[in-house]
């Protein structure tokens, strides 16, 4: 890890003060490029990742692929009703198995030379491999991914020994019931690519310190005098009613918006009959990939049509305010003018939370490679 370990991560840095005398993370932290390689390794690859809902492999063979930090994933349901993930990698020279986001399959079929793997992984076909000496298929099957599902929601984690999954997301389902997050249904998928690092993202969904500025919109929708923090072990929840004669959707109603932000890179927006999963992928230093999945619990009449086209088109006006806001702090985190700040104690609580579960999971990393260095 010396090699990827960035700079700017001394035990001062590092170092946890209390929320009303902490200083913001250093903008090094969003800007220098060994940081990309780092975050993938130490947080992204070690940490639980949502990759779909159980949903979407209704039946065996059905697949959705994607990818976690950095690397290519296929999850399947198999013949046997299991579901399973691997890496969508083929072990002959690199091939992808799968190319589309979803689909299905009898067998995955590697798209450069044709190897075909069972649903279980197993190596099956190899063509035109005769004459190659001490070659044995069984050496050769698909790496597995550890897979677990949660109320319907699939989580994959590539390396480490995370915290159980139950105890990351322990009391979400009691908080928002009688939402229900296994009646779900995938209903579309937006992605948007940012011009910002990773955090600069994350950084801005975890307050609302920001909205009176840059939503208008919702403003006019959200009880905005109700808005309050909580954290918890592993994530943390703004919820806000809303507005009293208001107006659009939800308006007048008597129910809340929860926004949970799971570290380091998932954020599930719960209200009432739709969950909007947001991940937030590195894609370089000063880029990421947001995917939008819309999950509602029904799709199909007329009243639901209308609520899911209002849905998804507020929902878009609120992302592209927020891809603007992102982009020009980025540029400002670049600006020889800025280092750190401070936090607001009363409306950044969410964004303190993050910035502290993330030097505790960088002090994790260097203090593991310590004990294992010479």
Same mark, same amino acid.
């Given at each position: 890890?010396?090699?990827?370990?960035p700079p700017d991560?001394?035990?001062?840095?590092?170092?946890?003060?209390?929320?009303a005398?902490?200083?913001?993370i250093?903008?090094?932290?969003?800007?220098?490029?060994?940081?990309?390689?780092?975050?993938?390794?130490?947080?992204?690859?070690?940490?639980?990742?949502?990759?779909?809902?159980?949903? *979407? +492999? =209704?039946?065996?063979?059905? $697949?959705?692929?994607?990818?976690?930090?950095?690397?290519?994933?296929v999850v399947?349901?198999?013949k046997?009703?299991?579901?399973?993930?691997f890496?969508?990698?083929?072990? %002959?020279?690199?091939?992808p198995?799968?190319?589309?986001?979803? #689909?299905?399959?009898?067998?995955?079929?590697?798209?450069?030379?044709?190897?075909?793997?069972?649903?279980?992984?197993?190596? !099956?076909?190899?063509?035109?491999?005769?004459?190659?000496? +001490?070659?044995?298929?069984?050496?050769f099957?698909?790496?597995?991914?550890?897979?677990e599902?949660?109320? #319907?929601?699939?989580?994959v984690v /590539?390396?480490?020994?995370?915290?159980?999954?139950?105890?990351?997301?322990?009391?979400?389902?009691? @908080?928002?019931?009688?939402?229900?997050?296994?009646?779900?249904?995938?209903?579309? !998928?937006?992605?948007? &690519?940012?011009?910002?690092?990773?955090?600069?993202?994350?950084?801005?969904?975890? &307050?609302?310190?920001?909205?009176?500025?840059?939503?208008?919109?919702?403003?006019? !929708? /959200?009880?905005?005098?109700?808005y309050?923090?909580?954290?918890?072990?592993? $994530?943390?929840? *703004?919820?806000? #009613?809303? !507005?009293? #004669?208001?107006?659009?959707?939800? =308006?007048?109603?008597?129910?809340?918006?929860?926004?949970?932000?799971?570290?380091?890179? /998932?954020?599930?927006?719960?209200?009432?009959?739709?969950?909007?999963?947001?991940?937030?992928?590195?894609? =370089?230093?000063?880029?990421?990939l947001? @995917?939008?999945?819309?999950?509602?619990?029904?799709?199909?009449?007329?009243?639901?049509?209308?609520?899911?086209?209002?849905?998804?088109?507020?929902?878009? +006006?609120?992302? *592209?305010e927020?891809?603007?806001?992102?982009?020009?702090?980025?540029?400002?985190?670049?600006?020889r003018?800025?280092?750190?700040g401070?936090?607001?104690?009363?409306?950044?609580?969410?964004?303190? %939370?993050?910035?502290?579960? +993330?030097?505790?999971?960088?002090?994790?990393?260097?203090?593991?490679?310590?004990?294992?260095?010479?």
């Amino acid at each position: 890890m010396t090699e990827t370990t960035p700079p700017d991560l001394d035990a001062e840095t590092l170092a946890i003060q209390p929320l009303a005398r902490a200083e913001t993370i250093p903008s090094s932290w969003y800007v220098d490029p060994s940081f990309h390689l780092f975050d993938r390794e130490v947080l992204f690859a070690r940490t639980w990742q949502f990759v779909g809902h159980e949903t *979407q +492999l =209704a039946e065996p063979g059905a $697949y959705l692929s994607g990818t976690v930090a950095g690397n290519p994933l296929v999850v399947v349901r198999g013949k046997d009703d299991v579901i399973r993930a691997f890496y969508n990698v083929c072990r %002959h020279r690199g091939g992808p198995l799968v190319t589309d986001a979803c #689909g299905r399959a009898s067998v995955f079929k590697c798209q450069y030379h044709g190897w075909t793997y069972r649903l279980d992984g197993m190596l !099956r076909g190899v063509p035109r491999f005769d004459h190659t000496e +001490l070659f044995d298929k069984r050496d050769f099957g698909l790496v597995p991914v550890r897979v677990e599902r949660w109320h #319907g929601l699939l989580f994959v984690v /590539l390396d480490g020994d995370p915290p159980p999954l139950t105890a990351v997301l322990d009391g979400i389902p009691e @908080r928002t019931a009688p939402f229900r997050f296994d009646a779900l249904q995938l209903y579309h !998928r937006d992605t948007y &690519e940012v011009a910002c690092n990773w955090k600069v993202y994350v950084d801005n969904y975890l &307050e609302g310190y920001h909205v009176p500025l840059v939503h208008p919109e919702l403003m006019k !929708r /959200l009880d905005y005098r109700s808005y309050t923090t909580e954290t918890a072990p592993w $994530y943390s929840l *703004q919820h806000s #009613g809303f !507005r009293s #004669g208001g107006d659009g959707l939800y =308006a007048g109603t008597d129910e809340a918006a929860y926004y949970y932000f799971i570290f380091p890179n /998932l954020m599930l927006n719960i209200l009432p009959g739709r969950l909007q999963a947001n991940v937030v992928e590195p894609l =370089a230093p000063d880029r990421c990939l947001v @995917r939008f999945d819309y999950f509602y619990e029904e799709v199909d009449s007329v009243s639901a049509q209308q609520t899911i086209a209002e849905d998804m088109a507020f929902s878009d +006006l609120v992302q *592209q305010e927020d891809i603007g806001i992102c982009e020009h702090v980025q540029r400002g985190l670049g600006s020889r003018a800025y280092d750190r700040g401070r936090f607001s104690v009363e409306m950044e609580r969410g964004v303190y %939370h993050f910035q502290c579960l +993330l030097k505790a999971a960088y002090q994790h990393a260097l203090s593991i490679h310590s004990q294992r260095s010479p």
